[in-house]
């Protein structure tokens, strides 16, 4: 698909532009097209000119084509979230062209499309929308500026006389009109105006931001004619299959059937990497039927030789460190101190103390992880694969592979699926393997792992044992709150070092509650996996929230409070809060816990939690009964304060996606390790929630105005406390623990 | 061996034992139709085999020759099949998408058998996994459709 000619004739048709000024670039359906931006070292250096406002460089995001529609390159990787119909509807906004015009794509590498605050490009954190919306804004509108200037040299008239529409640029006085298209080959050569001159639009005019504008990608979607890396192909490539040592750390010893193996059929070669065999094959079924019969002596880890990797240990399990986590002490580092929690405790009439437990769980995304390596005969190299973050992946692999990384191209297409899967974990992707291997073949190679080598692999959400002792005061209220976390962080658990500061990310939805208890001390007692860990959507809060608004419901019983009531007292003077926990309440059609009757017969009882994760509030209401001794959970009510939104119908759709996922973990989920392995190697060792498991879903999104927020992750954190909260009220049994399936309700 | 896809008859030069998902991926380059699991376990896999949702993964393509294979490339091709990817549409399922070739198929497959679908057949026949969450959008398409408010220009 790569090696085809680009259209000559199409090229002259577009007027005598200089065309060292042009780049060329390949869209998604394999063709060459025009594009009419600037060199990207040009607009580098441009850039580095103005740090004030990042992501300025009109042509190297936008390419105008002379049909009228208009090719963006978002910062940000569409993976289902929505967010590359979100930056249509937000740069077509400010450059006034319809968003159902735009043919986005996931930019290359470079610094032109960092347009992050913090000078970073990652797709993660809920950040994209809230990110990205000042800047892109900022870029549409400069986009139209610069047609109004070529406008007015087209049309020789001054430009204060011309406005736009929809797609074209108007001159009222003469009723003439140009379409973008004829303008964009003189506009993009245009200089970029100043950042600061700009005006933007007035929200009270929006006409696509904050509508349910309609994806962009769904037709595509729905016949199957998207290409994720899994499905890329280029020509002369082959295929290849790993197969990993069963504990990370172990290096291959030797092949017992090495030469049978090459013999099979199809089987092009058989190679030896770190950690891992591989077999290359025609065609992929081969290479993985020749990966998996082959017999390996593993060896095991030298004691501190690999001090770059996690080793493994032989005799791991879950279930002893879980154990571990629970009774280990040591330092207990403070994230977050309020008043005395001492003379709280001290003073309270009731203490109440309970240890909570949070699991491993996997991202499970449905699209295994694969990658596409090829060496050009110039010595470039472009790789096709699933990523959050192009400029980390190619700054690693120019590390690994002694290249320049300015003769590294990462193509980045569609993700299927991600959760915090593709971030940067080492030993974590299949990249390294497919350069490595399309090295020693000289040919493309497309790797792709089966889903029993993704679980091996993948990095898991952290384990924890949180230590809670509460202080009531003798109307039931908790005054006082001491938390003590045995966990690491995701951040901290990527590598092998720890940060000099405490990651904020093992303790978030434990720290920066609001709920105001006046005497309080959050704290993490640092343990060291040896598991490598990694970011799953809605990251330290996907279980933080959980351990703490369960444990408050355990403390609203002590206490003999309505967790409901309790909650509304405890965020009296939070407006925002009070607003939202009210909101749900009112979805739910009034505050109900039970346990009641339902219609049906079943007996029934409601849960709530909240949480307040990347910047964004949620509250969430469960409604659950028993099944043969299994959690069935009917309803969820959701009310989420995003401070504004840009799409209401993805935002919707976004907060449907984190309940399912919620759900899963809170039902279902747990990686098991035995001996050092994970025990599940596959979705029948590892079930994740299914259509049948799905309860109806309500939401009630409340914009406070408040300074945007994420929408991709903050709805999970509140849905696991709700269910369970709900599940030992309906039961009068108190549950610390996730997953649910872990526990028998029969009896 | 001869396969009958989309109604186009394909000579695959492969062992008899292959599995019909790589024979379509890798021999013949449809790669509309996903791997997920390879164990019969996620359904992203799915075609429809003379009409019946069948997962390809585990599906040999001697068990197949013969037979007419429709997959997602084809889904439009068939009545009923673009009613539901209009519905699809209308409904905005799709989130990554990753799963949603198979989600289409075992639709159609389920519509043709029972055209009026309560939610306990839904349940019953709508097993593919979608680690996006879209369920309540999927149920809420084939419910539209067994109504019959959609149709193929929606
Ligand atoms: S790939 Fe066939 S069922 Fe998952
Ligand atoms: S839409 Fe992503 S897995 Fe279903």
Redesign the pocket.
Do not use: I, M
């Given at each position: 698909m790569v090696n085809g000619l680009f259209d000559d004739a199409s090229l002259m048709q577009q007027g005598p532009v200089n065309l060292s000024r042009r780049r060329f670039m390949l869209t998604s359906a394999g063709a060459f097209v025009l594009g009419f931006g600037l060199p990207a070292r040009q607009a580098r250096a441009q850039a580095a000119q103005g740090p004030k406002y990042r992501g300025t460089q009109v042509p190297a995001f936008l390419e105008i084509r002379p049909d009228n529609t208009v090719r963006l390159q978002s910062p940000f990787i569409e993976g289902g979230q929505g967010t590359f119909t979100a930056m249509a509807q937000i740069v077509g906004e400010e450059l006034d062209a319809d968003p159902s015009t735009f043919l986005v794509e996931n930019a290359p590498a470079g610094d032109e499309y960092a347009v992050m605050d913090s000078g970073m490009r990652i797709t993660g954190g809920s950040m994209s929308v809230r990110n990205g919306y000042p800047a892109m804004r900022r870029l549409g509108a400069l986009g139209r500026e610069m047609l109004l200037q070529a406008g007015a040299q087209h049309l020789g008239v001054p430009v204060s006389e011309l406005t736009t529409q929809p797609g074209q640029v108007v001159h009222v006085a003469s009723g003439r009109t140009v379409k973008y298209g004829e303008l964009a080959h003189v506009a993009m050569d245009l200089p970029v105006p100043d950042p600061a001159s700009v005006k933007l639009r007035d929200p009270s005019q929006f006409r696509w931001i904050g509508k349910s504008v309609k994806r962009l990608d769904i037709y595509e979607k729905s016949t199957g004619k998207v290409d994720y890396a899994i499905d890329v192909r280029v020509d002369g490539m082959l295929h290849a299959a790993v197969q990993h040592a069963p504990r990370l750390g172990m290096t291959v010893g030797s092949i017992r059937n090495e030469e049978q193996v090459r013999q099979m059929k199809g089987v092009h070669s058989v190679h030896r990497l770190p950690g891992a065999v591989a077999v290359v094959a025609e065609r992929w079924w081969h290479a993985r039927r020749g990966v998996e019969a082959l017999l390996v002596n593993w060896v095991e880890a030298e004691p501190g030789v690999a001090s770059d990797i996690r080793v493994m240990p032989a005799d791991f399990s879950t279930e002893e460190f879980r154990k571990h986590l629970a009774t280990v002490s040591g330092k207990e580092e403070n994230a977050e101190t309020k008043g005395d929690v001492t003379r709280g405790l001290k003073n309270a009439h009731t203490v109440v103390e309970a240890t909570y437990f949070s699991q491993y769980v996997n991202h499970g995304q449905l699209e295994p992880p694969s990658a596409l390596a090829r060496y050009n005969p110039d010595g470039t190299l472009d790789v096709w694969l699933p990523n959050q973050a192009p400029d980390m992946f190619r700054a690693d692999m120019a590390r690994r592979t002694g290249m320049d990384a300015e003769k590294i191209t990462i193509h980045s297409p569609l993700l299927g699926g991600f959760f915090g899967r593709h971030f940067l974990y080492d030993h974590g992707s299949p990249y390294p393997q497919a350069i490595a291997l399309a090295k020693a073949t000289g040919r493309p190679i497309k790797l792709i792992w089966t889903r029993e080598e993704e679980f091996l692999r993948d990095a898991l959400r952290p384990m924890a044992a949180v230590r809670f002792r509460a202080g009531l005061d003798t109307t039931g209220c908790p005054v006082a709150l001491d938390v003590v976390s045995a966990t690491e962080g995701a951040t901290e658990g990527l590598g092998t070092k720890r940060g000099k500061d405490l990651d904020p990310t093992a303790l978030e939805g434990l720290t920066n509650k609001a709920y105001d208890i006046p005497d309080r001390r959050i704290a993490q007692l640092f343990v060291r996996n040896p598991a490598t860990l990694g970011y799953w959507r809605s990251v330290g809060n996907s279980m933080n929230d959980f351990l703490y608004e369960t444990f408050l419901d355990e403390l609203a019983d002590k206490g003999r409070q309505d967790p409901y009531e309790l909650r509304l007292h405890l965020l009296r003077d939070n407006r925002r809060l009070t607003t939202l926990l009210k909101a749900v309440a009112d979805l739910s059609g009034g505050w109900k816990r039970g346990p009641f009757t339902a219609a049906d017969g079943s007996r029934r009882a409601r849960g709530i939690g909240m949480a307040s994760p990347f910047g964004s509030e949620a509250a969430a209401i469960a409604e659950v009964s028993l099944e043969n001794g299994r959690v069935r959970v009917h309803e969820v009510w959701e009310a989420i304060d995003p401070g504004k939104v840009v799409n209401p119908a993805i935002v919707e759709a976004q907060v449907n996606g984190a309940i399912a996922l919620g759900l899963s973990q809170v039902l279902l989920e747990e990686t098991v390790y035995e001996n050092g392995m994970p025990r599940a190697r596959n979705y029948d060792g590892y079930p994740i929630l299914a259509l049948n498991q799905m309860p109806r879903v309500h939401v009630k999104i409340v914009e406070s105005g408040e300074k945007m927020g994420g929408v991709g992750e903050p709805p999970l954190p509140a849905i696991p406390p709700a269910v369970v909260n709900a599940v030992s009220t309906l039961t009068g049994r108190r549950i610390r623990s996730m997953p649910l399936s872990r526990h028998d309700f029969a009896s | 061996m001869e396969l009958n896809i989309n109604g186009i008859q394909h000579h695959v030069d492969v062992e008899p034992d292959t599995p019909l998902?790589w024979a379509l991926r890798d021999d013949l380059a449809m790669t509309g139709t996903?791997?997920?699991?390879?164990?019969?376990?996620?359904?992203?896999?799915?075609v429809l085999v003379d009409g019946q949702a069948v997962?390809?993964?585990?599906t040999p393509v001697e068990k197949v020759a013969g037979a007419s294979i429709t997959t997602i490339e084809a889904i439009e091709q068939d009545d009923l099949g673009k009613r539901v990817v209009a519905a699809w549409v209308k409904h905005q399922v799709p989130q990554c998408g990753y799963c949603q070739s198979g989600q289409v198929m075992a639709a159609t497959s389920l519509l043709r058998q029972v055209p009026h679908p309560t939610d306990a057949d839904i349940d019953a026949a709508m097993v593919n996994l979608c680690r996006c969450g879209t369920y309540n959008a999927i149920r809420a398409a084939i419910h539209d459709l067994a109504s019959g408010s959609t149709d193929g220009g929606a």
């Open positions: - | 998902l996903k791997y997920g699991c390879g164990l019969a376990q996620c359904g992203a896999c799915t997962r390809s993964c585990v």
